[in-house]
């Protein structure tokens, strides 16, 4: 039973599907930002918000999802989980790639911040993570859905700093949901405690800092 739990909460829970979740939380927790300059993403219209969330989740999942199957179909990759650590610096530049591309759409059609902050922010986080990420497994197998949860931990710690106003449940939500991601991959033996942890932390605070620094720069 223990088994089945995690491995639901490994794929509930993946690396690919955090950033929808992000702009998912930022779109329908209502919120109003402290630079009253800046769009509110709860208060953009209904249309708006489906189209955005649908470039997220077309950019951050279906695309990568689908390269890795074509990978894995190709045989450059045994497993569409990406268990082998030798196997993983194709997918992490495919997941790069379209982390980039999401940022330099967002960034071309819609200049000088027209969208709120998080549409920028949060795509180029994605690529620095795994960029660094790739870097990283040279050495040791960093967890990518430690990874991913950090980004989602990362993204709504900056976020919730830009707001006036905004529900406070949100961030213990989020670590929780971290604890058990790293909890499932703990269980099924799918990394050491150095590559979850190490995942998570990084994450977390390339995540902010992107973030952060991005906003001072506009």
Known sequence: ?????????????????????????????????KDLTQVSLYFLMPDLKLRLILLFFLFSAVAPGLSFLALHQKKVISTIDIE???????PLLV?????????????VKAPKSA????????????????????????????????????ILVGFLFAFFLEQQSFDMWILPAAIVVSGLTIAARLYLNKHRPVE???????????TFFTHYIYVQCI
């Not at 082998?84 to 194709?90: A, C, L, P, V």
């Not at 197998?141 to 991913?148: D, N, R, T, V, Y």
């Open 1 to 33: 039973m223990k088994g089945i739990l995690a491995h639901l909460i490994s794929w509930v829970f993946l690396p690919l599907l955090m950033p929808t979740y992000g702009i998912l939380v930022t779109m329908y927790v209502p919120s109003i930002p």
């Open 115 to 150: 969208l709120p902050i998080a549409f920028y922010a949060l795509p180029l986080s994605g690529f620095f993570v795994t960029a660094i990420f790739m870097g990283i497994n040279r050495w040791i197998k960093i967890s990518l859905h430690a990874g991913g949860a950090g």
């Open 84 to 90: 082998n650590q030798r196997e993983r610096n194709i």
């Open 95 to 107: 997941m790069m790639a379209y982390s980039l591309v999401l940022f330099l759409l967002f960034f």
């Open 196 to 206: 979850v942890y190490t995942g998570w932390t990084l994450a977390v605070l390339i």
